[in-house]
């Protein structure tokens, strides 16, 4: 688990399907990459479409810093909006690294990838708000309404 | 996705938390151990103590073949009852290859890190039979109530 | 191995000892860092010290992009220079990362790392050149003298 | 680094490539496989064919142990010989995860990827002997005329 008390911004992880059931979890990926870069965030995401694209789109209209950690090899692979773009050719065990990259994870959407990147999150203590998603214990997952009460939930506890 | 028509025998991963509440979880796990050791299956755990520990044991007493992945980088971090031990110094993102490794999953016990080994197996399409573990939708994971069968889910849905 | 026909500008890993033996070595990871960022290239360490740190500080001086994909679980291990960092928690098996995640690799000095860095691109197919590093091969891994001949030849290699 | 003096027997990971340049190479990889399973060491390699492939079997024929940690995901690509085989996934990335897993390691030939595997091991001081593979500076990586001096050199630095 990365200190978020030093010269680094903090990273936050926004995790979800590649592709999401309705536009509400696509817009409101889209609103949290927005609201986290506005914050000075880096955005990191598993690189693909759906809720990790619309995560980074959001973050770099405006202005934010965006990571794209693939499961496959191919730089190709990541959809746009996204900065830096790592191959990790790992497959699904990126989840963890995505995980372990973020100082906080915000998921949106129930995919079973998601529900592996918030167990992970929750395992290593690393602070989790999640949106539309699965129903788990509070406090290692703040189930909220909203990306905006989703994004003040991390900030407060990233202390920012 | 390993396939399990070959001359290879299938490996199930029985994954729990190396510090389960109560001693039926425990009992469970090596009951579990030793009913797919008596089957002809491999063995794979993670490597450590509590439901790992006795599902090993139960597969060595009747003579099965058990594999520990560890996340650490010492050998001597396996707990007893396992032939094989590979150090990975994975950390968490070893629960990923434990779920790799596996033609199935059986899952005991509650904790964050079983869950995500849960998610990713059903995200892998991987059969996950759980007892005393998390709420999900079947049939990705189906709930049993005791070891024995949660054993014969898994051996079915292998074509044992 | 990434397609640098892309969108995407060319990733370049610059590798060596985190404890060079002279200051040449280190002074020519500098030089490397400023000339790939001055032709837009995205520079890739493993985010210790030594040649890392000189390669980031040399791109961060003239504006590029730098990534760090550290050893370890903490962000604050990083050295300055890096404005991405990626806490990878793989040990020493975030070299095969750092190469899978470049279009090249240029090696400076002669650690065991480096060399495993080496060997890992030549046998992925990706261009390596090599200053004051191990003797090996051409062309697999084209022996430079100076950091702005390694980077000529990588940029050639690279289509630019 | 796996401790060596432990009630686990001795991990030797016998690396080379899978198409090795002439029998001879082969022939000696039986042997290494044969001579270390003779002396309790389970032997552990990539999974392929070749080299790997005749280490497995030459130990497999006395009764040894043996481990295959296959680069993709799918359990059918062993090679015969191998008792466990863990598909890993993990692509070249593996190579780290052979080394690591081992406590000494035995190059056979000269591939890239043998490279990759016995500079990892220098670097965590693992001992390495090498038959007809790359020159390297000893002590770290002690090279050898034939399988039988490279296991009683690795035996003796294992104080079996």
């Keep these: 688990v990365p200190d978020t008390e030093s010269v680094h911004p903090p ?3 926004v995790v979800g399907p590649s592709r999401p059931e309705g536009v509400a979890i696509t817009d409101a990926a889209r609103e ?3 609201l986290l870069a506005e914050h000075g965030v880096v955005v990191v995401t598993g690189g693909l479409g759906g809720v990790m694209a619309a995560a980074a789109q ?3 209209q405006v202005g934010g810093t965006t990571v794209a950690l693939l499961p496959g090899t191919r ?3 990541a959809s746009p909006g996204h900065a830096v773009v790592v191959p990790t050719g790992l497959g699904e065990m990126r989840n963890a690294l995505v995980v372990r990259s ?3 994870v ?3 959407g129930g995919g079973w990838g998601t529900l592996s990147e918030i167990a992970l999150a929750a395992r290593a203590g690393v602070p989790v708000a999640a ?3 699965w129903d ?3 406090p290692a997952v703040v189930t909220c309404s909203t990306a905006a009460e989703a994004v003040a939930v991390l900030l407060e506890r990233l202390g920012r």
């Design 11 to 13: 990273y936050v992880a």
């Design 32 to 34: 949290a990459g927005r």
């Design 58 to 60: 959001g973050a770099e």
């Design 75 to 77: 730089r190709e692979e």
């Design 102 to 104: 973020a100082d906080a």
């Design 106 to 108: 915000l998921a949106l």
């Design 131 to 133: 949106v539309g998603s």
């Design 136 to 138: 788990l214990p509070e």
